[in-house]
């Protein structure tokens, strides 16, 4: 049974970085092949892929946010950290990390943490 679930604050003020950490279990992200992924919904808008990292601790990102994303893992603890700096209203969405099995711009989420929304306001 993979699991995962995110975790952080659900307030972040403007300009601040938002921080959130998804715990995974059920798989390793030091061994698996898949990607682990952070993706979000912004109300009333579509999925939005932000980046995702390998088992190996590759990063890649979504063109527009590479600027201001990085992922983090913590392997000790089977965990990734997503960090988006200089947020805005525009990042206020639901956040959701994920087992992405798919390659380059096809993306197949199989494994959901349940999300957690982030509301950026001051």
């Known amino acids: 049974q993979v699991q995962l679930r995110e975790s952080g604050p659900g307030l972040v003020k403007p300009s601040q970085t938002l921080s959130l950490t998804c715990t995974v279990s059920?798989?390793?992200?030091?061994?698996?092949?898949?990607?682990w992924t952070w993706i979000r919904q912004p109300p009333g808008k579509g999925l939005e892929w932000i980046g995702g990292v390998t088992y190996s601790g590759s990063t890649t990102f979504s063109p527009s946010l590479k600027s201001r994303a990085s992922i983090s893992r913590d392997t000790s603890k089977n965990q990734f950290t997503l960090q988006l700096s200089s947020v805005t209203a525009e990042d206020t969405a639901v956040y959701f990390c994920?087992?992405?099995?798919?390659?380059?711009?096809?993306?197949?989420?199989?494994?959901w943490g349940q999300g957690t929304q982030v509301t950026v306001s001051s």
């Open positions: 059920g798989d390793s992200i030091t061994t698996s092949i898949y990607y």
């Open positions: 994920t087992r992405d099995r798919g390659s380059g711009s096809n993306h197949l989420y199989d494994y």
